[in-house]
């Protein structure tokens, strides 16, 4: 409630013209009050009339102005309730705020501050800058706290002129005097030219911005391609090794087997012929037992007509030899230490190789793409077309380099390379690993990339480059791009230039395509896993003198 009655008396003891709190209040003859110096200055502007700002009654002669006493202790009563009831609408309260330069008592928050007049204004005092003619033309900006970073420290004159030769604000007194003879133009001329760079600027980082993102997209396409990849192998050789695994306890088992059969069988013998030395022993030992009887008896006849029977043996039971059952399981065991000594061998040359590719692959991709065109060059390549791949309609120069679409067929030796039926060609040797070219082109070509064994006799879809799935191609054409892989086409926006750019990373199964200027702009991106060599051709599809030629980058 306070607040509100505050805010009621500060209504009608401001001043209409400052529009702040009455300095110094004088009532004119009509009854409105004013600061003294507001009136003052108001009539002194008008000169010939001496009116009321707010009723426009005008005086004459020009009315003495005396001090209001009663208002005086008003606006001071007033001071007082403010300074113990501040607005909490309008108070500088806030780190970021600007306290305004004509609030007395409380200070309200700046709205607005004037390159002019050096000071900012709360939403009050800002209003003669709106209703005032001579204060129309200052130069109204956000409410800042660095106007005094505008003034000049050795003269306190506003800055206004800008030294190209020292590259620094001054005011017009500096350029009098420590900065005669320089280079000085207006901050505005200034401001105006470095505004131009600075757009220059922001399409730059718009640019680098936008190719930015489709790098992202193209990384994240990469992870997710090595996640697919990496799950893929995992899988596999989780398989393999199951597989590697149950093939050594099928093996094992299979040991077992013969070596307990081979068991059971020599112990069975043993068992047996054991069993027929033990009968020998008791007959053995019956015999002695007669033939000692025998022996004993007086009866000469008895004795001659016994003896032939008693006297007569049944052949002996020969030993079974067992070193050899005991060499054969040497043998087994032998020949198992053996098996297990190559497989230790072969799993672990084996997963050297494993380890080898890994360190290979960790070592690709911590060198990354190249980012500039200088580190592109790194890689380049010299390539050359092959005369026994060229379409007859095709016309080679002396280097094999440049290809133009002619009239009439050329003669050329039959080949079973060549391309029979489409106007096309490849290069003489295929690429792996790290490789970059340019070509220079001129009408409508198709540059390319594809395995050796793509068709050179059949249909279109056989044959031509980017419609199979042995080739990839970028046509480049007056009206744009267009990027075509297993007939499958993919329409790209990119700045037009008679110069592309085309860089493989073999390995990692990359196949970049630029649009080569002042800039180099990535037009299409390729993540995929080639299995063959890829070797460069082209495609010139349409009018006779459709040109293109490898650039030399050495």
Request: include cysteine; proline fraction near 3%; aromatic fraction near 8%.
């Amino acid at each position: 409630m306070a607040q509100q009655i505050i805010q009621l008396d500060r209504e009608k003891l401001s001043c209409s013209i400052c529009l702040d709190l009455l300095k110094d209040p004088v009532t004119i003859p009509c009854g409105h009050s004013y600061c003294l110096g507001c009136i003052k200055n108001y009539w002194d502007e008008e000169k010939k009339a001496h009116s009321c700002p707010q009723c426009r009654q005008s005086f004459t002669p020009r009315p003495v102005l005396v001090k209001n006493t009663i208002l005086v202790e008003l606006v001071d009563e007033l001071k007082k309730a403010e300074l113990q009831h501040p607005s909490p609408g309008h108070s500088y309260d806030g780190p970021g705020d600007v306290a305004c330069d004509f609030c007395t008592g409380g200070n309200l928050k700046v709205i607005m501050s004037c390159l002019i007049c050096m000071a900012s204004y709360c939403e009050l005092h800002l209003q003669p800058h709106y209703n005032i003619a001579p204060l129309k033309k200052h130069k109204l900006i956000k409410a800042t706290s660095k106007l005094q970073d505008n003034i000049c420290s050795r003269h306190d004159e506003v800055m206004k002129i800008f030294c190209r030769t020292d590259q620094k604000c001054i005011c017009y007194l500096c350029s009098l005097d420590e900065h005669k003879g320089h280079d000085t133009v207006s901050a505005a001329t200034e401001r105006a030219e470095r505004q131009t760079e600075l757009e220059v600027s922001r399409q730059k980082i718009q640019q680098r911005f936008h190719d930015r993102e489709k790098d992202v997209k193209v990384l994240q396409q990469e992870v997710e391609a090595i996640n697919l990849s990496a799950d893929k192998v995992v899988k596999e050789s989780q398989k393999f090794f199951k597989d590697l695994i149950s093939l050594i306890e099928i093996q094992s088992s299979e040991v077992k087997q013969k070596i307990r059969s081979q068991q059971e069988a020599e112990v069975s013998r043993a068992e047996e012929l054991q069993k027929k030395m033990q009968q020998e022993i008791t007959e053995l030992k019956r015999k002695d037992a007669e033939l000692e009887q025998l022996s004993s008896t007086e009866d000469h006849l008895h004795f001659l007509n016994s003896y032939p029977s008693l006297s007569h043996l049944s052949d002996s039971t020969d030993l079974p030899r067992t070193h050899h059952t005991l060499r054969y399981f040497e043998e087994v065991a032998a020949a198992v230490s053996e098996a297990r000594d190559t497989l230790q061998k072969a799993l672990s040359e084996e997963c050297w190789k494993i380890s080898g590719a890994v360190k290979h692959a960790e070592v690709l991709l911590s060198q990354g793409e190249p980012d500039t065109r200088e580190e592109f060059q790194k890689y380049y390549s010299e390539i050359t077309l092959d005369p026994n791949t060229v379409n007859t309609r095709l016309l080679l120069n002396d280097t094999n380099r440049k290809a133009t679409k002619g009239l009439k067929d050329q003669f050329y030796p039959s080949h079973s390379d060549r391309f029979v039926e489409w106007w096309q060609v490849l290069s003489v040797t295929g690429l792996s690993g790290r490789c970059y070219w340019e070509m220079k082109w001129s009408g409508k070509v198709i540059v390319a990339v594809a395995y050796k064994d793509i068709s050179r006799a059949g249909t279109r879809d056989e044959c031509g480059l980017g419609l199979n799935d042995k080739s990839w191609a970028l046509t480049c054409s007056t009206t744009g791009y267009e990027f075509r892989h297993n007939n499958i086409s993919t329409s790209i926006s990119g700045p037009k230039s008679c110069r592309i750019g085309v860089y493989l990373d073999h390995r990692a199964g990359i196949l970049s395509f630029y649009s080569i200027s002042d800039t180099m702009t990535l037009l299409h991106k390729v993540q995929t896993r080639f299995t063959q060599p890829l070797y460069p051709g082209f495609w010139l599809p349409q009018s006779r003198g459709d040109t293109v030629e490898l650039c030399d980058l050495k």
